[in-house]
């Protein structure tokens, strides 16, 4: 199944409900192609933006467009864009063949083509033999593989996801997003996610875009935002990292000196002015024993052994912070007295909110 796809683009959207305002000024461009996760907290307006570019919410004010089309006014029918809900909403009196064929019979698609586009599209999810079943007699992850393939077999320019795996339990979660990222780079579909879970975000985007408030916080691929935030939100919200109170001491050759706390650290310079926070991942902080050079003291409030980690909620002097061993043969315990190590390369600095 070849595809041609096509981009999506805001221009100056703002979307309203009554004195509500949802979505604030959104400028966004989604490259044909690619597959752009739109991630934030519960009320951010990335659901609403999905809905318009489905056609199922219409923009206060702007423009939407879809590759050379403007498609701001046109309803949901006029839009050649699929969405895959989290519900499935699959028939459940119709077999699964039945189900991916129906959008095919409403969208007047030849009835020699029908059960031939839809026998292949079951195939590409992984589903082939399996036509003739009802949804009831499939698995959680069976029967989104079934909502993929209805909405892949429409060949649609955008093929939307709307919290596509939030019904599904932990291993399939994972099992059915590399499906759906396997299968979207394979058709070469633009495709919009949208998430609340930041890793499932990190696994399957080209780029991500974090909402907060109705406005864009920031826009990268994965590594970017975990590595390189620009912001004690985005740090806080990707990457649950130990936001620091630190100190900038001086720069020079693009390096600035640090102190946070009693230790002295050289982290690659922002350029930033005014109150700054060290940005720790817990797993870029190392726990020893005591009396170590340049060192936070701290003492284990708690453990949690998880088989591969062991996390530890430290006391120091600079707050409480959360911290990720994979020494998991060397564990500490609650009250214990331990040094804490920052790895410098690793460390980033934001403006202090």
Do not use: W
């Not at 990707?238 to 050289?266: M, T, W, Y």
């Amino acid at each position: 199944m070849k595809k041609n796809s096509a981009s999506v683009r805001f221009e100056n959207v703002h979307k309203s409900y009554g004195d509500v305002l949802a979505i604030d000024n959104l400028n966004l461009t989604i490259p044909a192609g690619e597959l752009v996760t739109i991630l934030g907290p519960s009320g951010c307006g990335k659901t609403t933006t999905l809905r318009m570019i489905a056609g199922l919410e219409q923009a206060t004010s702007g423009r939407i467009c879809i590759g050379d089309d403007d498609v701001t006014d046109l309803s949901a029918t006029y839009r050649n864009v699929s969405m895959v809900f989290q519900s499935y909403a699959l028939f459940p009196h119709m077999s699964v063949v039945e189900n991916v064929s129906y959008g095919l019979k409403v969208s007047s698609t030849p009835r020699k083509s029908i059960l031939e586009k839809a026998e292949k599209g079951l195939e590409m999810v992984g589903l082939k033999g399996l036509g003739e079943r009802l949804p009831s007699e499939l698995s959680g992850g069976q029967q989104q593989r079934v909502a993929v393939a209805r909405a892949v077999v429409l060949e649609p320019d955008v093929l939307l996801f709307d919290e596509p795996l939030s019904n599904l339990d932990a291993k399939m979660r994972r099992h059915v997003r590399e499906e759906i990222r396997q299968l979207q780079q394979q058709l070469g579909l633009t495709s919009v996610y949208v998430t609340h879970d930041q890793e499932e975000a990190m696994a399957v985007s080209d780029k991500i875009v974090v909402m907060k408030d109705g406005v864009i916080a920031q826009i990268g691929a994965p590594a970017d935002l975990y590595e390189r935030p620009i912001s004690e939100f985005i740090a806080d919200f990707i990457g649950n990292a130990n936001l620091i109170p630190c100190e900038i001491n001086g720069s020079s050759g693009g390096v600035a000196d640090v102190s946070v706390g009693r230790v002295k650290l050289s982290i690659k310079d922002s350029h930033l002015a005014g109150p700054v926070k060290l940005v720790a991942h817990p797993q870029n902080v190392s726990l020893d024993g005591l009396n170590k050079t340049n060192s936070l003291p701290g003492k284990i409030l708690h453990s949690a052994y998880l088989g591969n980690q062991v996390e530890y909620d430290i006391e120091t002097e600079c707050g409480n912070l959360f911290v990720v061993d994979r020494h998991v043969d060397n564990r500490h315990h609650k009250g214990e007295n331990v040094s804490l190590h920052f790895r410098e390369e690793k460390m980033v600095l934001v403006p202090e909110s």
